[in-house]
């Protein structure tokens, strides 16, 4: 198990965004809102599909505190980090 590095996600997302099929990126542009809801998603799921797939996963912290307090844990400090 690795980490992914901020710079080589962020380039798997622009590359994801910018090779997404033409009609998906038109439909997000569109000015009409059921379009654009469809293009949206479309580009979401995308992201998605790149990020939460066989090989790769996102994870969180569990949410700790009082019960009307809660916050996101924190890696190393709340919760075991899952990335040593």
Do not use: Q, W
Request: aromatic share 4%; net charge positive.
């Amino acid at each position: 198990m690795r980490r992914i590095d901020r710079d080589d996600l962020a380039t798997s997302i622009y590359v994801a965004l910018r090779t997404a099929p033409a009609t998906a990126k038109r439909a997000f542009r569109s000015k009409l809102p059921h379009e654009s809801d469809a293009g949206t998603r479309a580009l979401a799921e995308r992201v998605c599909d790149l990020l939460d797939n066989k090989s790769s996963m996102v994870i969180a912290a569990d949410m700790v505190g009082a019960p009307y307090v809660r916050t996101p844990g924190t890696f190393g400090v709340t919760e075991p980090d899952p990335c040593p």
